[in-house]
C-alpha cells in the first residue's frame, strides 16, 4: 500500500468543518431553548402579576373578589408546612447518612436499602399524596392536617437530604478521622466531633434545597388537604391548611383574568422564596469550596 | 542548530516555548527532526518532553490556556500558521499515548475509526487489516475482530493503538512513553515495532526509560527542567553519541542516573 | 504540667455507641417503611376497588368515567392521555436536552459553563404549578394564534411546557455519563483528526449511551408521574385520542380532580384514585428500574 495520498483519501475538510459549525450552531440553539423559556416564563409572570403585588395581597385572606383577595393563609401555611417537613426530614436524612457512609456493614439488607432509595427518589410526588391519605390522614387518624402535609412532604423529601448527606459525608477526609481515632476518641466521638462538623456544611446546603423543592410542590399536598377555602392563620399542627402552590392552582383554574393575574402575582411570591433559598444555597456551597480548596 | 534544517528534515522548531497560563512549560526549543528516523525526548519528569512532543501536532490547543511561541516547521510549513486546520495536521501527524486509550468499541472499528472521519474511499476490511499487520497484531485478533477492544491485554490494546494510528498513513508518529503502563514481555514487542516501522514513518518516541531509547532511537533529545527557566533542551544528537559521549556534563550525570 | 493525670477516668460507654447506631439504624429503616407504606396504602384500597371492577375490566376497558352514570372504569383512556403528553414532552426534551449536555460537556468553555449550569438548575427548581400557568396563559394563547379550532385545554401545550420542564434533567444525566468519558479518548480521536463534532458524536456519546438512554427512562419517567402542569393545561377529559389539539386528561390529573372533592373515605370512588395510583407507580417504578439497570451496565465499561 503506498502512503496517504489524495485518491484513497477524501478528507473533506472543508464540509467537515462546515458540519461542525452547523452542529456547534444547532446546540447553541438547543440551550437557548431552555434559558428563553425560563426568560419568557419569568417576564410573563411580572408583567400579569406584579401591580397586583401589594401589602394588603400579602396580608389578606383568599376571598371572592379577586380586588380584595390575599395569600396570607397560603403564606403562613407554608411557613408552618416548611418548618415542621425540616424538623422531620433533616435529623432522620442525617442519622440515615450517618448510618449508612460510617456503620452500614456490606450485606444484604443494605443492598435493598440503596435500591430501595434509589427507587424512592422516582416515585411521583402524587403517589406520596396517597400514602399520607392513606396512612396518615385516615390511618393514623391525623386529619387533613397542617402535621399530615408536613410528615407526607418529609417522606418525599428524606430521599434527597439522604442522598446530599452522603456526600458531604463521603466529603470529609479520611485522614481526618483516622487523626481523631489516634488521638483516641471512639466511633460516635469521631462522628461527633469530626464527621458532622466536616458534613455540616454540606448537609446545610442539601437541607435547604431539599426544602425548597417541598415547598413547590401543590400534589401531594391537595391529595391530603384537598381544596379548602382557608381564611384563618393555623395556630398548631392539627388546624387545616394551604399552602402557596394550591393557592397559585386555585386561581390559575378560574377562567377570570383577575385571578390569573392574582396567581401570577402568588407566583412572584413563590419564586422570590423559592429563589432566595436556592441563593442561599449557593452562597453556603461556594463559602464551604472556597474554604476546602485553601 | 539551524544549520541541521537539511532537506530531510520532517519537522524543525525554533525558538518554541510553550506556557500554561503563567506558568512557562517549555523555553526555546530548537531542533530538527529527520525522516524515517527514531528520535527520543529523554529528561526527568517535568522538563516538558511531553508538551514538546504535543506541539508536533497542535494537541496543545486542547488546553484552553496553553499558549505556544516560537515556530514549529512541518514540511516546511508553519505548523500554527493562520491556513493551517489541525484537524487536518492531526491525520498526518499521528500520536499513541502513555496509557492505551482505545475506544469502547470492536477492533475492527478502532482501527477503522480514523479511516471513516478522514473520508477512505478504499476497502476498510482492507485497510483494517494491513494496518493490523502492521501492528503485528493481526494474528492475535483476526479471528475476533468485531469483540470488544477492552478484552484485549494491556500490550495488545498499545498495539491496537499504533494500528489505529498507522490506519490513516501519516508521515509522523508521536508515541508519548508508549510502554510505561506495560509488562516487560509487551514493552519489547512494542520496541520490536517501532523499529520496524521507521522503514515507513518517522517516529517521535517521549521516554522515560533511557535503555528504551538507547534500544530504539536513531537520535536522542535530552531535556531538563530548572525553576527559573522551565522545561528547556540540553543537547540533541545522535543515540550512540548521547549514550557513550555527551558534550553537556549534566546530559551525563543523568544517563549515568546521578539524578532523575 | 501533668496533663495526664488530671483526664478523667475514661469508662468504656458501649452503650452510648451502640445506642448510636441503633439510632441511626432507625433513620434508615424509614426509608424502607416509606416503600412498604406506598404499597400498603395503595394495594389495600385499590384491592376494594378490584373487588367491585374486574381487574381486566380496569386494564382493558376503553371508557372511564367513575362518577358520571353509566360508571365505566376502563383506565386505558387516562393512560393514553398520560403516554401522549409525555411523548410530546419526549420529542421536546430528548434531543434538546442531549445537545445541552453535547455543549456543556464537549463545547462549553468553563465561564459559559458556570452561567449555563446554575440556569439549568433553576429551569429544574421552577415549582410545576408555575409550569402549568405558564402553559396556560402562555403557551397555549400563542399556539392558538396558529391553530385556531385549538382548545384551551390541550395536550400539546402541557406536552411542551413539560419537555421544557424536564431538558435540565435529560441534560444533566447526559452531562454526568458524558463527562465520565475517560478524557484519552477524547484525544485518541483528535489525534486521528477528527473534528470536535466527530469526537462528540462518534466516540463520546457511543461511549456514554448507556448513561444517556438511562437519562431519557428516567425523564419520560418523571413526566409520566408529573401533576399539576397536566392538571393545570391538559384538561379532564378522559378521552383515547392521539389529536394533539384535544383536551385529554392524565392518570396524575384524574387523581388530583378527586381529591380536591375530598371523596368520601372508602367508598368506591375514593378507591378508584389508589388504582390509578398504583397502575402509575407500577409504570414508573418499572422505568425507574430498567434506567437504573442501563445505568449500572454503563458503569461496568471502564
Known sequence: MSLQSNKIFNSHLRSRAIRGMVFYGICLVCVCIGIAALGTLLVQVVSDGWSWLTWHFLSDYPSRHPEEAGMMSAIFGTLWVMAMTGIFAVPVGIGSAMFLEEYAPKNKLMQIVEINLANLAGVPSIVYGLLGLAVFVYWMNIGRTALAGSLTLALLVLPVIILASREAVRAVPNAHREAAYALGADKWQVIRMVVFPGAFPGILTGSILALSRAIGEAAPVIAISALVYITFIPTSPMDRFTVMPIQIYNWVSRPQEEFQNLAAAGIIVLLVVLLSMNALAIFLRNKYQTKSDE | ?260 | MKIRESFPERAENPISGTIVKYLFFLCVLISLLTTAGILYSLLSQAIGFFFEVPLIDFLTGTRWAPILKPQAYGVLPLVCGTLLVAAIAAVVALPVGLATAIFLSEYAPDKIRRILKPLLEILAGVPTVVYGYFALTFVTPQLQKLVPDMLVFNALSAGLVMGIMIIPMVSSLSEDAMLAVPRSLRYAAYALGSTRLEVSLKVVVPAALSGIIASFIIAVSRAIGETMLVTLAAGATPRMTFNVFDSIQTMTAYIVQLSLGEAPHGSLEYNTIFAVGLLLFVMTLIMNVIGHLVVRRWREVY
Not at chain 2, 128 to 134: G, I, K, P, S
Request: net charge neutral; aromatic share 8%.
Open chain 2, 1 to 260: 542548530m539551524n544549520n541541521m534544517t537539511s532537506p530531510k528534515s520532517v519537522l524543525n522548531t525554533s525558538q518554541l516555548s510553550v506556557y500554561y497560563g503563567s506558568f512557562l512549560a517549555l523555553k526555546n526549543v530548537d531542533m530538527a527532526i529527520q525522516a524515517n528516523e527514531v528520535t527520543a525526548l529523554i529528561g526527568p519528569s517535568g522538563c516538558g518532553k511531553s508538551t514538546l512532543l504535543r506541539c508536533f501536532n497542535r494537541m496543545n490547543d486542547l488546553i484552553p490556556d496553553a499558549v505556544v511561541e516560537g515556530k514549529v516547521l512541518f514540511n516546511g510549513k508553519d505548523l500554527y500558521g493562520s491556513e493551517i486546520n489541525p484537524t487536518e495536521i492531526r491525520s498526518r501527524i499521528g500520536m499513541v499515548f502513555q496509557k492505551p486509550n482505545p475506544f469502547p468499541k470492536s477492533i475492527f472499528d478502532n482501527v477503522a475509526f480514523g479511516l471513516k472521519v478522514n473520508g477512505y474511499t478504499g476497502k476498510m476490511d482492507e485497510a483494517v487489516e494491513w494496518a493490523l499487520r502492521q501492528a503485528a497484531l493481526w494474528d492475535e485478533v483476526s479471528d475476533r475482530l468485531k469483540k470488544s477492544a477492552l478484552t484485549l491485554s494491556g500490550g495488545q490494546q498499545q498495539r491496537l493503538c499504533i494500528a489505529r494510528a498507522i490506519a490513516v498513513q501519516p508521515e509522523v508518529i508521536l508515541m508519548d512513553e508508549p510502554a510505561s503502563a506495560l509488562d516487560p514481555i509487551a514493552t519489547l514487542a512494542i520496541e520490536e515495532l517501532i523499529r520496524e516501522l521507521k522503514q515507513l514513518y518517522t517516529i517521535v518516541i517521549v521516554t522515560h526509560n533511557m535503555q528504551q531509547a538507547a534500544r530504539v532511537a536513531d537520535k536522542t533529545a535530552f531535556l531538563m527542567v530548572d525553576d527559573a527557566r522551565g522545561g528547556y533542551l540540553v543537547e540533541y544528537d545522535a543515540t550512540s553519541k548521547i549514550f557513550t559521549n555527551p558534550s553537556d556534563s549534566r546530559t551525563e550525570a543523568y544517563i549515568t542516573g546521578r539524578f532523575s
